[in-house]
């Protein structure tokens, strides 16, 4: 009894002391908003300083950091009755069994289960008024009227994506499933229309899986997945991943290039190339290659021109987006998406392709630098994207949305060089 008495004093401890750091790292994370700040390094030096987190540490904290920055205009009103907003908060947030485990101040009881979808009623709102969470100008940005649903999908965490790099064994879904809990098992699952995808709980961990380190399966958005697929043609040839990231748009490609295509890729960030080279290493992937410099000179069958944007469309995946991006911002990215275009141009052969994209759900980012560049550039013409999962070109690109494939929002469209 003694024992038993110990035991849940020990759990009551801890679970204050999580609820206390919680609230801390809140505190600490608000004054990381002002535009411009790296959030997510600047978050990873605040969890540094407060001493030595576990990797499930982490992940709770982030969420519920996350959930914070979702909800920042209905929560900041309670922010100071310090129980109640704890108790909100964890209620928000996605339900984990680490976040469950905080409400609201005995372990065990657990929060009431809500539905993503009536979560937000905690606060006293109704449906219509979720647009109060999103900036004021972004309506105004967006060719598909913001409804609820979409609103619900930008302000939910989404699932994890996988692709399938090579399954040599056919036991690639085994693996993963025999790796995950009996709850995580039952969401892994191939998508029944998109080849090579995977779909599982957020809150899988697949970093040190063997699948993973031997480069079977790669973390790539389905929405990212999809962008290569809209493409009318079968990439072949050589070609360019201009603005490359980390990476997963370039073994995608690497993939579809095979057997005697190949891609080079760069970009200007050394952290991301960084990643990427990791990434190559660890695909076994022979035909792609890493750029120490950007291309000046060249004459490639395609680009893929996977611009710096705003961000919009990962506002659920990187909510502080959704705090720091400012109306200015967008119009500032545009200008900048139009020069790289236009830099990357000379560098499509005759025939070739360029493809634009960007993870923004703003049309100046879009159709409109899209039409700019045309109009710039009277050698290349639209090239129809492919009607597939429900999408069609109508002239002027597709826009992914987040609530189409429970992944992020994103824009392509492309051109063909005709002389």
């Known amino acids: 009894m003694r024992e038993s008495s110990l035991n849940k004093e020990a759990k009551l401890h801890r679970l204050h002391n999580q609820r206390r750091i919680s609230y801390s790292l809140i505190e600490r994370s608000r004054t990381l908003l002002q535009p411009g700040t790296p959030f997510t390094r600047e978050l990873h030096e605040l969890f540094r300083s407060q001493g030595k987190f576990g990797s499930k540490d982490r992940r709770l904290y982030r969420e519920l950091i996350y959930t914070y920055l979702r909800y920042l205009p209905w929560l900041d009103p309670i922010y100071k009755e310090q129980q109640k907003f704890m108790d909100t908060l964890i209620c928000l947030a996605a339900p984990t069994a680490e976040i469950q485990s905080l409400y609201p101040t005995l372990p065990d009881k657990q929060p009431p289960e809500i539905p993503a979808d009536q979560r937000f009623k905690l606060l006293g709102r109704e449906a219509h008024e ?42 690639l879904l085994a693996q993963l499933r025999a790796a995950a809990t009996p709850e995580q098992a039952e969401q892994i699952t191939k998508h029944p229309l998109i080849p090579d995808c995977i779909h599982a709980p957020a809150d899988f961990s697949l970093g040190e899986l063997p699948c993973f380190l031997e480069g079977l399966v790669e973390i790539q958005d389905i929405s990212s997945q999809i962008l290569l697929q809209l493409l009318k043609d079968r990439p072949t040839g050589n070609w360019l991943d201009a603005c490359a990231g980390a990476g997963g748009k370039t073994l995608q490609l690497a993939k579809a290039l095979q057997p005697s295509g190949k891609v ?93 994209s960007t993870c923004s759900l703003s049309r100046h980012e879009n159709e409109e630098v899209a039409q700019k560049f045309l109009e710039s550039r009277p050698e290349f013409q639209r090239q129809p994207l492919a009607s597939r999962y429900g999408y069609e070109d109508t002239g002027h690109g597709i826009t992914v949305y987040p609530e189409d494939h429970n992944g992020d929002g994103l824009y392509v469209t492309t051109f063909r060089r005709t002389t």
């Open 130 to 171: 979720i647009s109060e969470l999103l900036p004021d100008w972004f309506g105004k940005h967006t060719n598909r009227p913001v409804s609820s649903r979409s609103l619900l999908h930008l302000l939910t965490r989404p699932p994890l994506w996988l692709r399938v790099q090579k399954d040599p064994n056919n036991d």
């Open 264 to 356: 080079a890729a760069y970009d200007p960030r050394p952290s991301a190339i960084r990643e990427l080279q990791s990434r190559l290493k660890r695909s076994g992937l022979r035909n792609a290659s890493v750029l120490d410099r950007r291309p000046t000179e060249g004459a490639y069958d395609g680009v893929l021109v996977d611009a710096p944007c705003s961000g919009s469309g990962t506002w659920r995946r990187h909510p502080y987006l959704l705090r720091q991006t400012r109306e200015r911002d967008v119009l500032k990215y545009a200008e900048t998406q139009l020069d790289i275009l236009k830099n990357y141009a000379p560098l499509v052969a005759q025939g070739g392709i360029l493809v634009y």
